[in-house]
């Protein structure tokens, strides 16, 4: 796990010295072990590495081929590198990591190496033969790679941090990017919310040369596959064989590895694989709260009792939160909505001496774990009686109580495209324009949805949802709250959920066998008796902080602070939001907690990182 950098500059001028360092020392949290530059010229790569498969110096980057034609810099890990390196026969291998597999497989088959590798990964390629530079990024978006491009030079990096501090860039509020922000509770690719930066999406790679810059595809979730067998025997086999690997996979590590543990079914089952798949005791952690309703600590001791783990339970008061927030909001490279928790428990974690960990999230996606499958299930049984009724619907969306359920009878269809950007969103588009003075951008999401809709529609109905959260909430917020989270406190997080093999695998299953008569039931059922049956038939609940009974106590003056500097900036209708503010003390039930915190951690964003709005 690392940070990487770089630049093209298209005229043919020199990279300037110190803009590499500048740029790898802004994200000297993701790899505190070594760092590395090569320049050609008009082409420099700068590297950050925190160590964790051959710790040795030789496998330091920027790394090159035996030829020394082709260059790179890489931050992830491919866990079936061993595989891959078993190919390569032509070649005698000095280190024991997969970088070194990595670039002789691109030497050998150029971009198309990807293809054969399993992984989560940012990779930055130059050829020096043809001068061409590749920028590449993993399937499913768990790693990021943020560009700036203007006719001069582009700049990418790992982090927005990073690219600013090239210098060459001027941080402009991207105006627009905070109305998704708001929406979605954090901003969606290709966009940033610094004016001019975009990221690069999830499964595309760049072609950059002196003729400029060109992005394509490299893998579609989109492409349907259906499952050879419909034997639901046959198909929770493969489910728990596919997990198997999937997890013994993210165990390939030099340094020792730990694990999420929350209690729920998803990391209670990769705690329950890890200890099949690993000689050693799995070291688990799980935050609990004196605010016992939020607190699922007892559930963890279940889980580590009987896989007996070396079990930490860490106990967050609110005067612990309160001296952790600032260090939590301090490390977001982009803003989120949804990101301290992962913070605080990562902290944990790397407290107690640990470099990698696994984590349980991607299960809810994937086996249709939160509450909207079913309604959009039932949803869609109705979409006939929905299309039909179009004028009665927005009629009576016109008196209804509620923003969401506005939105939701206003939509033009029961269709994925246009039901799940509403269902997923946290202040509604007339809520932002009450509050706020600038007309909402584009929807990336939506627009996403809509542009593959034909494709998504070949999939079972539960696995339509699936691939709309992986475009929207799972991309955008929960996989970026995982990486800077963690590699803020330099430490990694591997998601065996996040397989893209075991992903497409489980979107080829009907509806008629992954739907769930009590919680991720095909998930549970492929478990076999793996999990206790007090995690099985419990109450779902999220891993999430008390938030609510926190700002209007603990964090009460904090957040009052900063809703109202930012009813200061010209973008805010002040009245409005202070209103707003003014009802939820009240404990008015139509405000909720992440409307209100929205605004705060926004404007804590702004003033932290000086950014010119």
Same mark, same amino acid.
Request: glycine fraction near 6%; aromatic fraction near 12%; hydrophobic fraction near 40%.
């Given at each position: 796990?690392?940070?990487?950098?770089?630049?093209?500059?298209?005229?043919?001028?020199?990279?300037?010295?110190?803009?590499?360092?500048?740029?790898?020392?802004?994200?000297?949290?993701?790899?505190?072990?070594?760092?590395?530059?090569?320049?050609?010229?008009?082409?420099?790569?700068?590297?950050?590495?925190?160590?964790?498969?051959?710790?040795?110096?030789?496998?330091?980057?920027?790394?090159?081929?035996?030829?020394?034609?082709?260059?790179?810099?890489?931050?992830?890990?491919?866990?079936?590198?061993?595989?891959?390196? +078993?190919?390569?026969?032509?070649?005698?291998?000095?280190?024991?990591?997969?970088?070194?597999?990595?670039?002789?497989?691109?030497?050998?088959?150029?971009?198309?190496?990807?293809?054969?590798?399993?992984?989560?990964?940012?990779?930055?390629?130059?050829?020096?033969?043809?001068?061409?530079?590749?920028?590449? @990024?993993?399937?499913?978006?768990?790693?990021?790679?943020?560009?700036?491009?203007?006719?001069?030079?582009?700049?990418?990096?790992?982090?927005?941090?990073?690219?600013?501090?090239?210098?060459?860039?001027?941080?402009?509020?991207?105006?627009?990017?905070?109305?998704?922000?708001?929406?979605?509770?954090?901003?969606?690719?290709?966009?940033?919310?610094?004016?001019?930066?975009?990221?690069?999406?999830?499964?595309?790679?760049?072609?950059?040369?002196?003729?400029?810059?060109?992005?394509?595809?490299?893998?579609?979730?989109?492409?349907?596959?259906?499952?050879?067998?419909?034997?639901?025997?046959?198909?929770?086999?493969?489910?728990?064989?596919?997990?198997?690997?999937?997890?013994?996979?993210?165990?390939?590590?030099?340094?020792?590895?730990?694990?999420?543990?929350?209690?729920?079914?998803?990391?209670?089952?990769?705690?329950?694989?890890?200890?099949?798949?690993?000689?050693?005791?799995?070291?688990?952690?799980?935050?609990?709260?004196?605010?016992?309703?939020?607190?699922?600590?007892?559930?963890?001791?279940?889980?580590?009792?009987?896989?007996?783990?070396?079990?930490? +339970?860490?106990?967050?008061?609110?005067?612990?939160?309160?001296?952790?927030?600032?260090?939590?909001?301090?490390?977001?490279?982009?803003?989120?909505?949804?990101?301290?928790?992962?913070?605080?428990?990562?902290?944990?974690?790397?407290?107690?001496?640990?470099?990698?960990?696994?984590?349980?999230?991607?299960?809810?996606?994937?086996?249709?774990?939160?509450?909207?499958?079913?309604?959009?299930?039932?949803?869609?049984?109705?979409?006939?009686?929905?299309?039909?009724?179009?004028?009665?619907?927005?009629?009576?969306?016109?008196?209804?109580?509620?923003?969401?359920?506005?939105?939701?009878?206003?939509?033009?269809?029961?269709?994925?495209?246009?039901?799940?950007?509403?269902?997923?969103?946290?202040?509604?588009?007339?809520?932002? +324009?009450?509050?706020? @003075?600038?007309?909402?951008?584009?929807?990336?999401?939506?627009?996403?949805?809509?542009?593959?809709?034909?494709?998504?529609?070949?999939?079972?109905?539960?696995?339509?949802?699936?691939?709309?959260?992986?475009?929207?909430?799972?991309?955008?917020?929960?996989?970026?709250?995982?990486?800077?989270?963690?590699?803020?406190?330099?430490?990694?997080?591997?998601?065996?959920?996040?397989?893209?093999?075991?992903?497409?695998?489980?979107?080829?299953?009907?509806?008629?066998?992954?739907?769930?008569?009590?919680?991720?039931?095909?998930?549970?059922?492929?478990?076999?008796?793996?999990?206790?049956?007090?995690?099985?038939?419990?109450?779902?609940?999220?891993?999430?902080?008390?938030?609510?009974?926190?700002?209007?106590?603990?964090?009460?003056?904090?957040?009052?602070?900063?809703?109202? @500097?930012?009813?200061?900036?010209?973008?805010?209708?002040?009245?409005?939001?202070?209103?707003?503010?003014?009802?939820?003390?009240?404990?008015?039930?139509?405000?909720?907690?992440?409307?209100?915190?929205?605004?705060?951690?926004?404007?804590?964003?702004?003033?932290?990182?000086?950014?010119?709005?």
């Amino acid at each position: 796990m690392c940070g990487i950098a770089g630049i093209y500059y298209f005229k043919n001028q020199q990279v300037p010295e110190g803009l590499l360092q500048r740029m790898t020392n802004a994200m000297s949290h993701r790899g505190s072990n070594a760092d590395g530059f090569f320049t050609d010229h008009n082409v420099g790569l700068g590297h950050r590495r925190l160590s964790i498969i051959d710790l040795s110096e030789s496998a330091n980057q920027p790394f090159a081929d035996q030829t020394k034609r082709y260059q790179v810099v890489y931050n992830g890990e491919l866990y079936n590198f061993p595989e891959v390196k +078993k190919t390569i026969t032509d070649h005698h291998f000095k280190t024991t990591g997969d970088t070194e597999v990595l670039i002789e497989a691109f030497a050998r088959r150029g971009i198309e190496c990807l293809n054969a590798f399993k992984g989560m990964f940012t990779a930055a390629f130059w050829d020096s033969s043809e001068k061409t530079m590749w920028l590449a @990024r993993d399937r499913m978006g768990v790693k990021p790679l943020y560009y700036y491009a203007n006719e001069n030079y582009l700049v990418f990096a790992s982090e927005i941090r990073a690219i600013i501090a090239s210098g060459l860039v001027r941080p402009k509020l991207h105006q627009p990017a905070i109305a998704n922000f708001l929406k979605y509770q954090s901003v969606s690719s290709p966009d940033s919310i610094i004016e001019g930066i975009h990221e690069l999406p999830a499964a595309h790679i760049m072609r950059v040369n002196e003729k400029g810059f060109e992005i394509k595809c490299y893998w579609d979730i989109t492409a349907f596959k259906p499952i050879a067998s419909s034997d639901r025997t046959v198909i929770k086999k493969n489910i728990l064989d596919l997990l198997q690997q999937s997890v013994s996979q993210r165990l390939i590590s030099d340094v020792p590895i730990g694990a999420f543990l929350s209690g729920g079914i998803d990391s209670s089952a990769v705690v329950a694989l890890m200890s099949q798949s690993n000689n050693a005791r799995p070291v688990t952690f799980n935050i609990a709260f004196e605010e016992k309703a939020f607190d699922e600590s007892a559930y963890a001791e279940i889980v580590a009792k009987k896989f007996n783990t070396d079990h930490h +339970k860490i106990v967050l008061p609110p005067n612990i939160m309160l001296e952790e927030l600032t260090n939590a909001l301090n490390a977001m490279d982009t803003p989120t909505g949804d990101g301290i928790n992962t913070f605080v428990v990562s902290k944990a974690v790397k407290k107690a001496g640990l470099t990698v960990a696994l984590s349980g999230v991607g299960g809810d996606e994937l086996f249709a774990g939160y509450p909207f499958f079913k309604k959009y299930y039932q949803l869609r049984k109705q979409s006939r009686a929905w299309n039909a009724a179009t004028g009665i619907r927005k009629l009576t969306a016109a008196f209804s109580g509620t923003a969401k359920w506005h939105d939701l009878l206003s939509t033009n269809s029961a269709g994925i495209a246009d039901i799940y950007p509403v269902l997923r969103q946290i202040i509604s588009p007339r809520e932002i +324009k009450k509050l706020s @003075r600038f007309e909402n951008g584009h929807d990336a999401v939506a627009d996403l949805l809509a542009q593959k809709e034909k494709a998504i529609n070949n999939f079972p109905c539960l696995s339509q949802v699936s691939i709309a959260e992986y475009f929207g909430y799972t991309q955008q917020t929960l996989l970026k709250d995982t990486d800077q989270m963690g590699m803020a406190v330099t430490l990694e997080i591997r998601e065996p959920f996040f397989d893209h093999e075991l992903i497409e695998y489980v979107l080829g299953i009907p509806d008629t066998i992954k739907y769930p008569n009590y919680p991720k039931q095909l998930l549970v059922e492929s478990l076999g008796d793996l999990l206790p049956p007090e995690i099985v038939h419990r109450r779902k609940q999220g891993f999430t902080f008390p938030w609510k009974i926190w700002m209007k106590n603990d964090l009460k003056e904090f957040c009052d602070t900063h809703i109202r @500097r930012i009813c200061q900036r010209n973008f805010i209708n002040a009245d409005k939001l202070l209103h707003k503010w003014n009802l939820f003390l009240r404990d008015e039930k139509q405000v909720r907690w992440m409307e209100i915190w929205l605004f705060v951690i926004l404007e804590y964003w702004l003033e932290k990182n000086g950014i010119d709005a």
